[in-house]
């Protein structure tokens, strides 16, 4: 009994028309496709991180690149919890992307989306503890957004490969 239902499980599954993204491993059309892709530059130390990130997920094609990533920031860090003296208590940063996968070819837009995320940020009496708990906020929603980045590209290449 403990395994007929682990085996019904993966049959219903199954059936769901559900599949791995990079089947195919490295060889694959959408692994290729990711390989092709050039990163625009980006402003700013949030750009140098959000690009650095999606270099490092998506490849560096070199001089190949069939597409083009532009990506645009706003990274915003915006005090509330105010106390009594009207000092804030807490921040919330914030990182947004918007995006725009472009054919290198005809510089045609493919895709055009967002992504974001934010974090909480306690402002404590240290000054030097609060700019590091910014910077470490700041790193962690660049992982974050280049991550939603590669995977919303890589649905695309996905679908388009299917589609050829």
């Known amino acids: 009994m403990r395994f007929v239902l682990p085996f019904l499980a993966a049959m219903a599954l199954s059936g769901c028309g559900l599949h791995p993204l990079y089947s195919g491993g490295s060889g694959s059309p959408v692994a290729a496709t990711l390989r092709s892709i050039s990163v625009g530059p980006i402003q700013g130390q949030s750009g140098w991180l959000v690009r650095s990130k999606l270099i490092d997920r998506l490849g560096d094609p070199g001089g190949s690149a069939a597409y083009r990533l532009d990506v645009t920031l ?3 860090i915006t005090a509330f919890g105010l106390r009594n003296d009207r000092a804030a208590t807490r921040e919330r940063r914030t990182l947004r992307a918007r995006y725009q996968l472009v054919d290198a070819r005809n510089g045609m837009v493919l895709l055009d989306a967002t992504a974001g995320s934010d974090a909480g940020i306690d402002i404590v009496s240290s000054e030097y ?19 939603q980045i590669t995977a919303r590209v890589a649905l695309y290449a996905s679908r388009t490969a299917k589609a050829k």
């Open 74 to 76: 706003d990274d915003n």
């Open 129 to 147: 503890a609060t700019v590091a708990a910014e910077q470490t906020a700041l790193e962690s929603l660049s992982d974050i957004v280049a991550d």
